[in-house]
């Protein structure tokens, strides 16, 4: 019979964009490993979702530890940040965009894909600094492309940003931008976009062990990874093991942390974020 006192299985939370495959390499054989010391990560379960859906189950108690967008830790103080294992860019990141349909300054409408948070508040937050606009948002239904909204401006995030559109559709559109470009041209910082966050009372220590030990056996498997993913998105191997090399970082450094110390203020100051409460 089952250990009635033993805790349930650790429910961890990813995205199953490309960009993340190197932070849960190997999971089940990691986890397994790791749990002969470490057992409060026997039996550990891997789920896959959207990074707004993620957010929310961690937020209502249905994941324990999840990848989430680092928007969402702003208005989750009590969640702990774990481990130094991110999804960062320092530079083109090649899958999160805007496409315009009109100049940027004239844009009344924005299409937000209905995966993204950080880089939703990301977009709204350059185009209010550089351009002076806040248009009115709609959402962007997963499955639906740029063919589908007559939005002004759309913004795509994810395996499906990285295809460039078709010529007749691209024509439609005036300008387009990548948005960790644009972050690092206005502040040469990096752009931080998701992290590994738990709730209240997570095993951190083991957490963080199992998480870092995924990343690091990811970036030794790059080319292993583009192999297997990138051929059944429409890319070609050489492809996806350029963007996982070169236009992704999968660390949370120094330099990460003033860069999200920094979108986390300019946010607030842009009316994005509540102000924080007032000390009584």
């Given at each position: 019979m089952p250990d009635r006192d033993l805790p349930?299985?650790?429910?961890?939370?990813?995205?199953?964009?490309?960009?993340?495959?190197?932070?849960?390499?190997?999971?089940a054989d990691h986890a397994a490993r790791l749990a002969g010391g470490r057992p409060s990560l026997a039996g550990a379960r891997l789920l896959c979702d959207l990074p707004s859906r993620l957010a929310d189950s961690l937020a209502a108690g249905r994941l324990d530890v999840a990848l989430v967008p680092v928007f969402e830790t702003f208005a989750n103080p009590d969640w702990q940040v774990l481990s130094d294992a991110c999804v960062a860019a320092d530079g083109p990141v090649g899958s999160v965009k805007v496409y315009f349909r009109k100049p940027p300054h004239c844009v009344r409408t924005l299409a937000l894909d209905e995966g993204s948070r950080t880089s939703?508040?990301?977009?709204?937050?350059?185009l209010d600094r550089r351009c002076g606009v806040r248009p009115e948002r709609r959402p962007l239904p997963i499955g639906?492309?740029?063919?589908?909204?007559?939005?002004?401006?759309?913004?795509?995030?994810?395996?499906?940003a990285m295809h460039p559109p078709a010529a007749a559709i691209r024509d439609r559109f005036v300008a387009a931008w990548d948005?960790?470009?644009?972050?690092?041209?206005?502040?040469?910082?990096?752009f931080v976009f998701a992290v590994w966050a738990a709730r209240p009372g997570a095993p951190a220590e083991a957490l963080t062990a199992l998480l870092q030990a995924c990343r690091d056996d990811g970036l030794a498997h790059l080319d292993h990874i583009a192999a297997a993913e990138g051929p059944p998105l429409g890319l070609t191997a050489d492809h996806a093991q350029?963007?996982?090399?070169?236009n992704l970082r999968y660390r949370f450094g120094?330099?990460?942390?003033?860069?999200?110390a920094r979108f986390q203020s300019l946010c607030?100051?842009?009316?994005?974020l509540p102000a924080p409460a007032a000390a009584s």
């Open positions: 349930p299985p650790l429910r961890i939370g990813a995205v199953n964009y490309l960009n993340s495959k190197p932070l849960i390499f190997r999971f939703a508040a990301l977009c709204r937050l350059l639906c492309g740029l063919a589908d909204a007559d939005a002004d401006a759309v913004l795509l995030i994810g395996d499906r948005l960790a470009h644009e972050w690092r041209i206005d502040t040469g910082q990096p350029r963007y996982l090399r070169d120094a330099r990460q942390h003033d860069a999200l607030r100051e842009a009316g994005l």
